[in-house]
């Protein structure tokens, strides 16, 4: 097991460097010169005065120096958590990703939380009673739920519980001007999450139900399980205990990889509610050009992506015995 | 085999040896007495068997030929913008006519997205799609009294009363809901114009009032206060008409308009579109000036003499003596194509404006042509949805296909080497492929977007977001065929192959290839519907395809706001609903082939 996990980390370091070298590529390919932004408020009235300072500029960002070494310096600067300078925010970029971190987080989790507590027992009964009316009339609503893009999800919310019925605000994360204790500050920002929240988990139903379905039916075909049965277990225990473990293996999988999924796809969600999360402020640097914080961003969606795979091949190796094998 | 076919099969044979004897079962071959369907055929049939996915495949279908063939009809202009025609309700109605004013219309005056119809009994009728404000300002009935003339402009409306009295209503921008003081007095009104932004009154001592959007419009009267006859307003001009048949420029700056052609002569009517004006003389010739756009100076032959003339935001029409119309000009909505029946009808006065015409005939019926409405409503500037709709699906359903194809051909070819070869080669494609899979997608997208996509041209940049989509979506396909070659490998034809000493190669393209097709079409077809998902959602965030280039998801771009989810829900409802059939459609049509193809996919 150990060998294992030490192969996944190598190899995972190694998927990291690609990245970001890709990365580096890409931030290079930005149309502008960093040297002449950085040195912008120096008067162009003396040419030679300004080229100094152009050089000085050029040597002090290292752009002087081959793009190997650029590189280099790049990531240990970004290993270091030194995500540089925020034009448009005048902050540093690692103090702006704090808070719309923390909001980004929560509404991920949450909606992995509630949607799994939904899917998973709907896809169970779904198994258990397959072709009947019921899993029919879900299988079909699935499908219109995975075809329907989050932002008609969120048209279509807002339409009827933001604008006709008025139960939830239009978007936004607070109340302007609301004041009050803790407890009633989280509430009114709770508030303002609600309907975001609702249409994320609405919008992820569709394929979850569709794959726990499919593993528990897969599961519930397996021999075992007509053994369980023939020693006379109850139902109750045949599903839950003997089927659903089994199925449990290709679900981990897939709420890992959905996981990361939605961390990129809340971008639509927080962009429409205007929630201040790192999806928002992606959109807001790129339309601002400010392309330090983007990069931060992705460097941090990166990790995330990394960091996921690695839970995946280890959970693997927890739920799976078969797997340390190899 | 179905239980029928299997039941017609036994009673044809009972029946031909009732009738031939014991012979002829001889000669039945193998296949005749037990039917054998290729693969094919049985995919086709458990296909057909599925209702579901038939129905979706309908569906698809009509909106595939819809959207491919369309455009060669509804043909979109990148560049079209029209601001009076902006966020128009569904309609087909703007020209029709209330059935009581059918039979004594006195007359018509037309504003931009409504129309104002005057009764011979002096009734005001309004219809098309007349904004909230001006329905809700208008003045009652009672309370004008017997109207005697309208006017209509942009979007507000002038009506005079038997006793003079000037009523003004609508949109209140410029002041033009309420009468200024120096018109409030006056009673000897004559005629009253509005335009875009503006009114004017002419009274029967030839005087000529005006108020409205005064920066556009910077109306001077001077030297001719006291022989005016008739004035017309242009979108940025207003030209007279004296008493003695000569016009006039009633500005102080000089543009287009106020370079009056000198050899007018005695002018007995004058009409203005938007940016032209047009004169005709008292010997029925018709001349145009001013800034001459969408071909409106090309008059056509016209047989007799004009006596009148009206004219739309970019057309005019004429009627001579005998009573014959002529309309030339812009003919986007079909509004200077004079329908054959109004040619041979008797004409005795013609209402144009903006985008519609309403012919009166001598026997006092109402006919009309040009711009009915716009079937789904129009756009926040103005564009008609349905075009765009029909548009933005072509290029939609494009950005789907090439991604889809570029990434079926990276995902086969990868996934079969890995396959096949293993070993090695196995390992490093299968890390390549975890690195593309671990992209975030979306932040990816957007950023490539953004910085490779501003600058380089649209047209490249509609194929950049197809490159995305397709480099960036082969890892599951890709995992599939791998798998399936795996399991394929091993079977005996691929020894048998080898034995014969064919390439290896060859050998997974053409011999085992084959065998794993149904997976690829089927994730093909599924992957088709979310590349077009992804790239709405690029396109709605602003990183794909961008204006004026229509797709699905960037006519949604300009719905983000509660102001248009609430008041131009065809905005955003169309386009949704569109997108989201289609993608269910081809889903369901997935799952169907999937179902169809394996049937124990079913049974699981």
Known sequence: MLKYIAKRILYIIFVFFIMSIIMFGIFKMVPGDPAAMAIKDVPKTDPVVYQQKYDAARERLGLDKPIPVQYVSWITKM????????????????????????????????????????????????????????????????????????????????????????????????????????????????????????????????????????????????DYIRTARAKGLTEKVVIYSHAFRNALLPIITLIIGWFLGIFGGSVVIEQIFGLNGLGKLLYTSLQAQDYNVVLALNMFYFVIAIVGNLITDLSYGLVDPRVKIN | MSKNSKKKSTLSLIFSRLLFGQKERVET???????????????????????????????FVTMFLIVFIGPNFLKLDLSYQEVTQQNIAPTSSLMKVPSKLKGHVKQIAIGSTFSVGLSDDGKVYTWGKPKEKMIKTMPSQEEMGKVVQIAAGLDHALALNSE????????????????????????????????????????????????????VIDFNVGKYQGQIDKVVVASSGVIGLTKDGKVISLMTKENGYS?????????????????????????????????????????????????????????????????????????????????????????????????????ITKDG???????????????????????????????????????????????????????????????FLMRLQEVVAGIPFLPFAMILSAIVGNRISETQRIALIMVILGLLSWPSLCRLVRAQVFAEREKEFVTAAKAMGVKENLIVFKHILPNVISVIIVNATLDFASAMLTESTLSYLGFGVIEPNPTWGNMLNGSNSGVVIQEYWWRWVIPAVALGLATICINIIGDGLRDAIDPKSQER
């Open chain 1, 79 to 222: 290993l270091s958590g030194d995500f540089g300078y925020s034009e448009s925010y005048r902050n540093d970029v690692i103090n702006i990703v704090k808070e719309p971190m923390g909001n980004t987080i929560f509404i991920n989790i949450f909606n992995v939380v509630a949607a799994l507590l939904i899917t998973i027992p709907l896809g169970i009964v779904q198994a258990v009673k397959k072709h009947s009316k019921f899993d029919n009339v879900v299988q079909v609503g699935t499908i219109v739920g995975y075809s329907l893009p989050s932002f008609i999800v969120s048209l279509v919310a807002i339409y009827f519980f933001a604008i006709k019925l008025q139960i939830f605000p239009v978007s936004g994360m607070n109340t302007p001007g609301f004041s009050g204790t803790g407890w009633e500050k989280f509430l009114d920002k709770m508030y303002h999450f609600a309907l975001p929240l609702i249409v994320m988990t609405v919008a992820s139903l569709g394929s979850m139900t569709r794959f726990v379905r499919a593993a528990m039916i897969e599961a519930l075909s397996m």
């Open chain 2, 365 to 427: 019926s109402v006919l009309t042509w040009g711009l009915k409405g716009y079937v789904f409503g129009s756009d926040g500037m103005g564009r008609d949805m349905l075009t765009r709709l029909i548009s933005g699906g072509r290029l939609t359903m494009t950005i789907g296909a090439i991604a889809v194809i570029i990434s079926t051909i990276i995902g086969v070819t990868i996934g079969g080497i890995s396959g096949y070869y293993g070993g090695k080669i196995d390992m």
């Open chain 2, 259 to 359: 370079r009056i052609p000198q050899d007018l002569g005695k002018v007995v009517d004058i009409a203005s579109t938007s940016n032209a004006i047009a004169a005709v003389g008292d010997d029925g010739k018709v001349t145009v000036w001013g800034n001459i756009t969408k071909n409106v100076d090309k008059v056509p032959q016209i047989d007799g003499k004009v006596v009148s003339i009206a004219a739309g935001r970019y057309h005019f029409t004429a009627i001579t003596d005998d009573g014959k119309t002529y309309s030339w000009g812009a003919n986007n909505f079909k509004q200077s194509t004079v329908p054959s029946s109004i040619q041979k009808a008797d004409v005795k006065a013609v209402f144009s404006g903006y985008y519609q015409n309403y012919a």
């Open chain 2, 29 to 59: 071959s193998v296949l005749e007495e037990e039917q054998v369907h290729s693969p094919m055929k049985t995919i086709v049939r458990n296909f057909k068997n599925n209702k579901l996915s038939m129905t979706g495949l309908i569906i």
């Open chain 2, 164 to 215: 003079g009295k000037l009523f003004s209503w609508g949109n209140d921008r410029f002041h033009l809901g309420s009468l200024p003081l120096d018109v409030q007095g006056v009673t000897n009104i004559k005629q009253i114009a509005a335009g875009y932004q503006f009114s004017i009154i002419v009274t029967d001592d030839g005087k000529a009032f005006g108020w409205g959007n005064t920066n």
